[in-house]
């Protein structure tokens, strides 16, 4: 009896202690990621930016990742982010905690156009357009980026 309790336990302790598990993770996705942050005070007014760039390689593919903070008229600021990779590039904007995400359908050299359904969002230089229905807000890239 003496010896089974110390054979189960022996094979407990090795069954326990012997397993390591992997932390290398998937060799073939490298993440590249840079962030900047930056508060600035000029004439009284403070100008914050944010920019994320990201790349996720995953052998023959890659997906690419842009997030900008843009800042609408009336002052409030939403993130865009810009993805791109083999099968689709699409645009995500997010404001008041809610995020649209919209499929590129149309593109030239300094901008682009996002739809899907009654949703519209023209992306030209700096400037953001969305259109829904009546409604038109448009966004400019906070300063500095």
Known sequence: MKKSVLIISSVA???IFSCKKSTDGNKNVIVEE???ENVSNNNGKVDSTYAAEKTVKNGDSQVQEYTYRYVADDGSSA???FKNSDKENTISIKSNNKTITLPQKEAWAKGAIYSDGNIEVKSA????TITQGNAVISLKKARGQ
């Open 34 to 36: 840079n962030v900047t």
């Open 79 to 81: 993130l865009v982010t």
């Open 125 to 128: 230089g700096d400037n953001i």
């Open 13 to 15: 302790f090795l069954a």
